[in-house]
């Protein structure tokens, strides 16, 4: 069942106390004001001891998710008075993450905050920092080897569960579902993958339908168009990421199908809007703002001396046309 | 084909240069062969609607294409048409978005800006003297950055709330024929026409065939490539119009890795990646039939990882017949 | 390495050719030819172009395999299938394009395909140099082996070449033209060890154009015309002038057609043409209604002076007049436009699109000939032009819509006639104008030029087969070394007289040399 390292960490991380908390939010998000949603300050502010450089690694610079990422490390790197250099990635090859962060350890940065582009590449630049008593932390996605001081995630497994669970009761647990995939050779998209499985293939009456939009607007698309087509019956279709289910919303729009469930994946404003408008019936929302925030707290308190947590879930909430607006307002 | 067989056929036949029904043969057996396999697994394939389905799902790669055979044919590639789509497409996302334009002059921007990306791509190739996969190479990669660049790599959704008439081009439709089919109809016959009538096509064949023996014949090389390129910068303008209407939206990740299948269309079509033959009719069958498989395999169930597994295999067939047909004329 | 060392001279014949012929499309290269090599002799084979030399050396390198006849090797019927089977069989040859790896090191390519192995897979290099200081060792050169080939100068490349074939224990050794690139000094080191394989009972075949390098290396000379065997005598009972009359044979009267037009007023003047290296103080004239011919030995710079006139390469100075006016021939497209029209040697790179149709190779260079609107050439009007001109020019094709690569060399040529028709262009550059074609072809194309000629048209002819200069010019011009060297007109122009101011430079340089 856990193929892979990731998961196996996953599995581990089902016993954290903090794990519940995902659902908990699902159900009783009528929070009063973005800051007590986003929870920020659940580790800090920080104040270091010495102002320390800090290394954050960009994995993809051009995506939203990690743009809002970045941005939560900067301002919180500002109110803890630490430096933060920011390693992004230019091209998409982890060979070219690992050199990044062989160069971090040679400028010797007091502290690695890590968002690699590839659990498994990436171990040896962990074991430079290792070796080099660089502290790391990762964010959003565990290396598969090194030692880590902590890890903030999302749990996405829990988090495509929460999905599948909200589809299941959407459609009266009965009815063809299809499952834009990511790109499958991606540990997240296998996560995803699962936690949506886990969840459906326990319900006799439902069928799942598993193709892969390759994280992609254009597949989502066409994909949708055909198996509407083939399965006219299709009841539910849930998008690994936003643009796959963005283009399953073109699709079924321009279907004239008004009677299907879309369910997408990562928080982007884009989705909350189609959510707003009724296209969407829900989006699974991650918080990247907590992941950086977080990363940084940790990292400072862990270089002022003190223990930190070594496993710390992020949560995530499953965004409806009733708590939309609250979450349009954090992304703006 | 033995000389006694081509005279029995007859001159109709054997039209200049285009119209070699063998030259298609391969793709358009393939083409048939693999629709009624798929027809006989699923029925509702053949069903106007999903039959529609392919034509919409095809055109992206098929208007590419068109350009990519042009390119082709004179014995250059161009890898930067994906890079090329996102950039024209972001340019007039842009422009409507962020500066209200009305649509019109936006969708011209668009075509504008392929084109004039498509000459930057002729201009290296032929004052600089560097070879087309070198230059596009690199351009692949500044296109790309630029389109991230101007949007600080964020898509903009929902083009159409901006300018609700965009959305012709890519949800319309003519009496039931969607836009982007119409759309790739009209490229594709416009570089039909200009192959075949034009001096652009007929040197088109000739620099790829043999461009020593062309330049000694007193054709400007360089003027006649920077026009295929551009060509091939004003189809990816076409594409980029029709399909950020389709998605309704403008991402600079647009159309990422689609000049492989432009690239891959051209070749299922029999043209010679070396230059000099092979038709513009081949290339349409090409598009169609990747299309046909991932439609076909998709209503099929069939797992992603198989589709491109049998869409590689189509590609070495398609290359592998060819070469097999020329073995026989040879 | 053992059988090199014996002595053997045998007078059975090693490898031998009883009545082989080949064919291609339209030309036959080899008709019913018979050939025999002994060991230890050296074999030299002579002709002009397009005799069948060449093809005869495919075939026993395996490139080509014959329609007819048969190849014995040790008395036995053979078929020699690949190259790497003639390789096996120990039948080296060493091309004028050499096949070497310039980027590999002298060692790495003498056992290219060979190598010492230590292991499966991993190669033993010191084995490996060891071994190939043997043959380097043999031919008297004490090279590097580990030298890059690159680095070498043309004539040891080509002995780097012979010790690969000494490697690969060759018992016959082909040596196609080796001297046409090579200096006169290195040519005599190369019959140093021709001399020396020989005495070891290797077989040579030798080729070659300059006849007295026959009579210094060689035993044997066969002689081919036209694809047909002359005949094969011993050197020692013939001379030059013998050989000479042998490879060109036939009767020179026959061959050109009548002419009725005279010289007129002068369509292209050429004066001080110079390219750095390449050309020298280039002058002549070419006169309406008169052939030009260009005479001289394969790198003389014949071809040199069309490309030059043509636009192709650029010129350092001189002058070119077009009927009296000055003008400036930056590129083709500027030749074209002046009314000039090449007839390119290499009629398959140079003259013709192979892959397009014929109709399309005639209109390629004036594609505004047709009576289409708005500059476009749609296919029919293009079949249409180039029909008149299939009838004009009775080009044997089955539709005006097939490929050119299928037309044979004379049709081919006439094709590429058509297309300079068609510019309307009245100076002519023919360059090798029936290399490659058969022999009634070649009546024909004589006959096109002399209609040109009757139609005011200008020609300059360049070519190696001395009738046809000798028989289609009204003047002949001889190319040494970059320069003209000498003009000749009505009596004095005879082979004779052409083979001397051609080759004479040479014969002093060597005497010089050996000075």
Known sequence: MHRRTFLTISAGLATAPALRWTGALAQDATPTADEDLLDLDRFGPVAASSPYTLAFFQPYPNNEFWQRLQGAVEARAEADGVTVEVYALGSNEVADQVAQMEAAVAAAVDGIILGTINAAGVVPGVEAANNAGIPVIAVDTAPAGGELVSLAQTDNVEASAAAGAFIAEAIGEAGKVLNLQGEMGNQTAQARNEGLHRVLDGFAEIQVIDQSANWTQELGLSITENVLTSDPDLVAIFGANDPAALGAVQAVKAAGRDDIVIVGFDGNPSAFEAVQAGDMAADIAQFPERMGTYGVDLMVLHLNGEEVEALVDTGTAVVTAENVEVFLGIVS | MSNAASQALGLDLRRITFGNVWQVIGPLASLIILSLLIWWAEPVFMSPQNLLNVARQASLTAILATGMTFVILTGGIDLSVGSMVALSSVCGGLLMWEFGWPMWPAVLVMVVVGGLLGLINGAIVTLGRIPPFIVTLGTMQIFRGAALQLTDGKPIFDLTAFQPSFSMWGTGDLGGIPAPVIITLVVFVAGWLILRYTRLGLYTYAIGGNEQATRFSGVQINRYKLGVYGLMGVTAGVAAVMWSSRLNSTQPTVATGEELNAIAAVVIGGTSLFGGEGSIVGTLIGALLMAVIRNGLTLLHVPSFYQQMVIGAVVVLAVLIDRLRRRETA | ?515
């Open chain 3, 1 to 515: 390495m053992a059988d090199l060392v014996s002595p053997v001279r045998d007078d059975e014949p090693l490898l031998a050719l009883r009545g082989v012929g080949k064919r291609f499309p339209g030309v036959v290269a080899l008709d019913d030819v018979s050939f025999d090599l002994r060991r230890g002799e050296v074999h030299v084979l002579v002709g002009e172009n397009g005799a069948g030399k060449s093809t005869l050396v495919k075939l026993l390198s395996g490139i080509y395999q014959p329609d007819s006849g048969e190849i014995l090797y040790d008395g036995q019927p053979v078929s020699i299938p690949s190259p790497y089977a003639a390789q096996r069989m120990g039948i080296s040859t060493v091309h004028q394009e050499l096949n070497l790896v310039p980027e590999l090191d002298i060692g790495r390519n003498i056992l290219l395909g060979r190598e010492p192995m230590l292991a499966p897979g991993i190669i033993d290099y010191r084995s490996l140099y060891r071994s190939a200081r043997e043959p380097l060792a043999a031919l008297g050169l004490p090279l590097d082996p580990r030298r890059k080939v690159r680095t070498l100068g043309i004539a040891l490349q080509q002995t780097v070449e012979i010790a690969k074939a000494l490697i690969a224990n060759a018992r016959v050794l082909i040596l196609d033209e080796p001297t046409a690139a090579i200096t006169a000094e290195e040519a005599d080191q190369l019959f140093t060890i021709v001399d020396q394989l020989r005495a070891r009972g290797t077989a040579i075949i030798f080729i070659s154009h300059h006849l007295e390098e026959a009579f210094r290396i060689g035993d044997r000379v066969t002689v081919l015309r036209d694809g047909r065997l002359v005949d094969t005598l011993p050197l020692a009972a013939t001379n030059q002038q013998a050989i000479i009359r042998m490879m060109v044979g036939r009767e020179l009267i026959q061959q050109f057609p009548e002419r009725k037009s005279t010289p007129g007023e002068v369509a292209l003047g050429v004066t001080r043409l110079n390219r750095t290296g390449v050309l020298h103080d280039i002058t002549f004239e070419v006169r309406r209604g008169e052939i030009v011919g260009l005479a001289g030995l394969i790198g003389a710079g014949r071809t040199e002076v069309a490309r030059a006139i043509f636009g192709i390469d650029a010129i350092d100075s001189g002058e070119i007049t077009i009927n009296g006016l000055p003008v400036r021939v930056a590129n083709p497209r500027a030749a074209v436009r002046r009314g000039l029209a090449l007839l390119p040697e290499d009629r398959k790179a140079q003259g013709l699109v192979l892959l397009m149709s014929v109709a399309d190779n005639v209109v390629l260079a004036a594609p505004g000939q047709m009576d289409a609107a708005g500059g476009l050439v749609p296919p029919k009007n293009r079949a249409n032009v180039a029909r008149r001109f299939v009838d004009a020019l009775r080009i044997r094709t089955p539709s005006v819509g097939q490929q050119a690569r299928l037309l044979s060399g004379g049709n081919q040529q006439k094709v590429v006639l058509s297309k300079w028709l068609l510019t309307e262009a009245d100076i002519f550059i023919f360059d090798e104008p029936t290399r490659g074609i058969d022999v009634g072809a070649k009546v024909e194309v004589y006959r096109l030029m002399n209609d040109l000629l009757e139609r005011g048209a200008a020609i300059i002819m360049i070519s190696s087969e001395l009738p046809e200069v000798l028989g289609m010019s009204d003047r002949i011009l001889v190319m040494r070394g970059g320069r003209i060297v000498a003009e000749l007109a009505g009596l004095d122009a005879t082979q004779e007289r052409i083979m001397q101011s051609a080759a004479a430079g040479s014969i002093q340089e060597r005497i010089e040399d050996v000075a």
